[in-house]
Every structure is written in structure tokens, then in C-alpha cells.
């Protein structure tokens, strides 16, 4: 079918040339491309392109923020974002009860009973984790080693990869995942499990646990500067870019980088091969790499010229916003990073990396910043307002309730639309009942139809909004 883009013209279209487009029109039954799809109230096929959204908006591509403004805004982050770190600028020597405080915030006892999926989490697992984390053996004076991921990899509430629920029968929620970490990020180390297969970290947004194996040990200035190399060099713009797979150097094949990751170019004749193969239909880059002694280097490795990267992040619009959004469309929800995914905080967060943005980890931090423009809702304020602040809301503002937040995308006749990464929703069917949808990815849906309960609203859980304007 030919498409027909609608303009304020078609106000003065003639009657005959109303008739002619009608004829245009497919025969009956074949409307799949506009009608209802799914479970979702008001969700047609249209919609799950980004094209379609981006048509809805006036000047979609004007830039909300230069690089300049983007640099001040995540400056203002990391300064007054008290969940934002600075791993690299960590003092010499840091007091080990400090260290063991971090690690105590994160590694605690659960009050509440957990399982595993061979049943129930006894007290005897549990002292072994807590002995695991070896504080007994933290010196008074804790001396920062300084390393680099070399391939994701999780942290841990517990240097443990053994998964931990809260019921038996909710196996997707790890209550033990923290997050992931990505190829090239830079740590702080300030400890190591019992066995030493685990190293507690500082990152720029969280401290947790991750396997040893995942971290290059080397000098501050090492890991710094191959971190200002990377900031100068190859971004990834699509929801994952790999490099190619080479047996000739296995530690640097089919690497995975995650959107808005940055490596740095290496410098290589690309007439030369590289691992067997010639690299001018692709583009060569430095990872780091870990020796079998834990010591940092660095090695080339070959991203395909078919991957999704770019020379700089993306310039800062509506429309990059929505189009980087729904690269994710349909992955699998992953608590914590996990699944080799993301959830929704994490999904938030890295489709505003690909345009240079730094936002906090957790929904808890994001919905209380205070380097974001923040848009308070009070508990008491009615369900009238809160659906008015969303009809207001903007392309990429952040609605958050607890423990969740949803990205807005646009609005349909009034009624506020958003993309996340969620496990599920409440919505009521055509007899008036409520049924739960296990949506688990990343999806598209209206606000006002999602329940929070038999009796109420999600909008009426929305605790704020934030804008990065």
C-alpha cells in the first residue's frame, strides 16, 4: 500500500479528492498495519515503529542540549549526585571500617526468608556468604588498586553467582543482582572474597561484587588513560555491537559492548591484517586485557563496519531519544542487568548514555536527583493533576513510581504513551476484570489503563518526574 502523509492542507482537500484517496484504501481485513494488537488497550501495529512517533512531534531533530550543556549537566551529576562516584579520585589510603560499611550496606542478611532453586536459603548458606566477604581480614588502612572490566560482567549483593529469589515460584527476580558492569569501565578495588575469586569494586554508579576474572589490575594512570582515550573514541549507537569472533586472540573475540559504551581507536595501518583478517570494513579498537595474573594490557580487536557505532555520541533530541528507545523494543526484561539485558532503570539509562548523558543507577536515585529537572508529585495530589502533569509531559521525560520508571513517548488524543522495560502490568479486560500481563521486555504502552492494585491507578503511584533539560 502506497503510504499518504497527512498535512494541514488536507483541511482544504475537495470532496473529489476525499473520494479519490478512499480508493486508496486496503479492502477489509487488511488494516494489520493500524489496528488493535495485543492486550495492550489502544496498541495498534503502527505503533511499535519510532517513525511513527517521531512524526507526531513538531521539529523532532532541534537539539535540547549541545555538547557544552551536556558536559555542565553530568558535571552537576557527579557533584551533587551522592550516588555518582568518582572511582579514579579515591584517596591513597581509605579507612577500613569505611570499606567494610560499603560492604555491609550492600552484603546484608535479608530479613525476610529467600530460595534458591533447590528450596529455601538455610542460615548455614547464608554464615557462609557473610564469612565469605572476609572483613575479619581487612587492614585498618585499605590502599585502592585501580583495574578495567574486560568483559560484562555482574555485580553481586554477595560474592556469590548462585541466584537467590524472594519465593520459590518468582525465579526472574535475582535478589542478589545488583547490576553489570561493561567492557572498559573502570573500578576501584578495595577488596577480595575469602577464596579471592570475587573483588568488592567502586565504579562510577555502584559498589558491589564481581569475579575476579571480569577486572585488569593496573596503575591509576594506566586505567585513566585508557579511559580518556575512550572518551575520545568509537561509541556504540545500536542496543549491542560485537566484535568479530577470532581464534588467533580469544580474549579480545566477540566481545560484547552495550549501547553508549565507548572504546578507544587503536592505532593500526588498516592495511595490515589483523587476527586474519583486513580491517578496512571494519573498525579497530583497544580493549583492555587480563593477563593469568590479573595485570592489565591492552590488545586491537575488530568491530564489523555493520555494527551500530559512531565517531561521537548522538546529538541530544526527541527523536534520537525515541528511535535509541526502540532498538530495545521486545528484549527480555533482566532484574539487575541480568539475562544479558537490562531492566528499567538500566534501559533508561543507556539510551540517555547514547547521547552523552549520565544518569544514576537505580530508579531510587534517578527519582530523587538533583542534578535533573525535577517535577514533584506530593502524595496528596489528585489523580486530575497527575494525569495533567502527563499530558504535559515531554518526549524522554522519566515517570517514576516506586521501583519503576517508564519513558514518555508522546501522546494519542490526549492520552500519555511510554516505552519501558518492565516485568509486567495490571489492565482490566473487556468484562471489567483485571488480568496481569506478563510483558517481561521492553514494550509500548498507554498510562491511564495501568492498576496498581484492585482499586487503583499507576498514575496515582507516580512519585515525580525528570527531565534532563
Request: aromatic share 6%; with cysteine; proline share 7%.
Amino acid at each position: 500500500m502506497r503510504s499518504i502523509r497527512l498535512t494541514p492542507s488536507a483541511l482544504r482537500w475537495t470532496t473529489a479528492t476525499l473520494l479519490a484517496l478512499v480508493a486508496l484504501l486496503p479492502a477489509p481485513g487488511a488494516m494489520h498495519a493500524s489496528t488493535a494488537t495485543g492486550p495492550i488497550p489502544g496498541l495498534t501495529a503502527s505503533m511499535l515503529s519510532p517513525d511513527a512517533w517521531i512524526a507526531r512531534l513538531d521539529a523532532p531533530d532541534t537539539v535540547v542540549l549541545d555538547a557544552a550543556a551536556i558536559a555542565a549537566q553530568n558535571a552537576g551529576m557527579r557533584r551533587e549526585d551522592a550516588s555518582i562516584f568518582d572511582p579514579l579520585a579515591l584517596p591513597a589510603r581509605i579507612e577500613g571500617r569505611t570499606v567494610a560499611e560499603w560492604i555491609e550496606a550492600i552484603s546484608r542478611r535479608p530479613s525476610a526468608p529467600r530460595f534458591t532453586a533447590q528450596g529455601a536459603v538455610s542460615a548455614a548458606m547464608f554464615d557462609a556468604w557473610l564469612d565469605a566477604l572476609a572483613l575479619d581480614v581487612l587492614p585498618g588502612q585499605v590502599a585502592p588498586r585501580f583495574g578495567l572490566v574486560v568483559r560484562r560482567a555482574d555485580l553481586r549483593a554477595f560474592p556469590t553467582a548462585t541466584r537467590v529469589f524472594s519465593r520459590p515460584d518468582d525465579t526472574d527476580i535475582d535478589r542478589f543482582q545488583e547490576d553489570a558492569l561493561f567492557p572498559g569501565t573502570p573500578v576501584a578495588v578495595l577488596h577480595a572474597s575469602r577464596d579471592g575469586d570475587w573483588l568488592f569494586v567502586v565504579s562510577e554508579r555502584y559498589r558491589a561484587w564481581i569475579e575476579s576474572k571480569h577486572v585488569a589490575i593496573g596503575g591509576q594512570s594506566e586505567v585513566a588513560g585508557y579511559a580518556a582515550r575512550a572518551a575520545e573514541g568509537v561509541v556504540v549507537t545500536g542496543a549491542t555491537a560485537r566484535t568479530v569472533f577470532t581464534p588467533q586472540a580469544p580474549e579480545v573475540s566477540d566481545v560484547q559492548l552495550e549501547m553508549g559504551v565507548r572504546v578507544p581507536r587503536a592505532d593500526w595501518n588498516v592495511a595490515r591484517a589483523l587476527h586474519g583478517q583486513v580491517p578496512a570494513f571494519g573498525h579497530v579498537v583497544e580493549l583492555p586485557v587480563r593477563a593469568d595474573d590479573g595485570a592489565l594490557s591492552f590488545a586491537p580487536a575488530l568491530l564489523p563496519a555493520a555494527d551500530d557505532v559512531a565517531d561521537d555520541v548522538l546529538p541530544y533530541t526527541r527523536a534520537a531519544l525515541i528511535r535509541q528507545a526502540f532498538k530495545f523494543l521486545g528484549e527480555r526484561y533482566g532484574w539487575g542487568h541480568a539475562y544479558n539485558a537490562r531492566d528499567c532503570s538500566g534501559f533508561v539509562s543507556e539510551i540517555y548514555r547514547s547521547v552523552g548523558i549520565l544518569l544514576p543507577r537505580n530508579t531510587s536515585a534517578q527519582a530523587v536527583s538533583p542534578a535533573l529537572d525535577r517535577i514533584e508529585v506530593t502524595p496528596n495530589m489528585s489523580h486530575a493533576t497527575r494525569l495533567q502533569l502527563l499530558r504535559e509531559a515531554d518526549v524522554g521525560d522519566m515517570v517514576f513510581i516506586p521501583g519503576h520508571v517508564m519513558m514518555v513517548i508522546g501522546h494519542v488524543d490526549g492520552e500519555p504513551w511510554v516505552i519501558h522495560d518492565t516485568a509486567g502490568m495490571s489492565v482490566r479486560d473487556a468484562a471489567g476484570d483485571i488480568v496481569r500481563l506478563p510483558l517481561n521486555g521492553v514494550v509500548v504502552t498507554p498510562v491511564t489503563p495501568m492498576l496498581s492494585g484492585a482499586d487503583g491507578f499507576t498514575i496515582d503511584r507516580i512519585t515525580s518526574i525528570q527531565r534532563v533539560r
